[in-house]
């Protein structure tokens, strides 16, 4: 069984620029989160799908980010125009269960805005 | 908002010996699930163990245990005879158990390194 892939693994981009990260989940869990991770810092939620509505987008940063996940699949999320503070490791993570607990997570995929 | 803490960023631990890694939350809800996860370089995180706030007993995997303290609002991982496999980052994680209570809070994370 394929677990959650995340594209890119890293992307470098000038401030100002736009970037979009893909998500695909395990197929069948119908809960996809997004987390992000600041050097040092703690992972932080950004929000919660489950199937393709957002149950919880209380950790979206702004309004330059914006998620979406079409169908009820795979997820993107978006940030335009890129500030420096948004660099980071972009984590997703579903799940089928939230009983469970278990999260399965994507490696991450890595921004830098320069 | 409900916070965790990690207070060691980094740990080591010789091969074969016992490391704790500890960690701290703050929470005002008495029904709640406390995680382990890593996430050995370069790879995805993982759970590790799993532990329901309303049971008394300790959780063990294996080779990992845990030390749920919860009026001192603690959750310490043991991991024994400890492998070179075990050298990763170590995310300790709170989820609220009440209704709407999808909100996974993790800590800084520990950086565990394994001596040969």
């Known amino acids: 069984e394929a677990g959650v892939t995340q594209f890119p693994s890293h992307s470098v981009i000038e401030k100002g620029q736009t970037v979009t990260l893909r998500c695909d989940p395990i197929?069948?869990?119908?809960?996809l989160y997004w987390y992000r991770r600041v050097m040092g810092k703690e992972i932080k939620f950004l929000l919660h799908?489950?199937?393709?509505?957002?149950?919880?987008e209380s950790g979206m940063p702004n309004n330059r980010f914006l998620a979406e996940r079409t169908g009820g699949t795979y997820s993107t999320l978006k940030v335009q125009p890129a500030e420096l503070e948004d660099s980071g490791v972009y984590f997703c993570?579903?799940?089928?269960?939230?009983?469970?607990?278990?999260?399965?997570f994507g490696e991450g995929s890595r921004l830098t805005v320069l | 908002a409900q916070t965790v803490t990690q207070s060691q960023p980094e740990m080591s631990v010789q091969e074969a010996e016992t490391v704790t890694l500890s960690c701290t939350y703050d929470?005002?809800?008495?029904?709640?699930?406390l995680f382990w996860y890593k996430q050995p370089p370069s790879r995805q995180m993982i759970l590790v163990i799993r532990?329901?706030?309303?049971?008394?007993q300790n959780a063990t995997e294996n080779r990992f245990s845990v030390n749920f303290q919860k009026a001192a609002k603690s959750f310490s991982l043991k991991i024994s005879d400890s492998q070179l496999g075990d050298a990763a980052m170590y995310f300790c994680?709170?989820?609220?158990?009440?209704?709407?209570?999808?909100?996974?809070?993790f800590g800084t994370g520990t950086s565990l390194t394994v001596i040969p």
């Open positions: 993570a579903s799940s089928q269960d939230l009983n469970t607990g278990e999260l399965f």
């Open positions: 197929s069948g869990h119908d809960n």
């Open positions: 799908f489950v199937k393709e509505s957002k149950q919880d």
């Open positions: 929470t005002s809800e008495s029904d709640y699930y």
């Open positions: 532990q329901e706030a309303y049971k008394q």
């Open positions: 994680a709170y989820r609220s158990d009440q209704k709407g209570g999808n909100q996974f809070y």
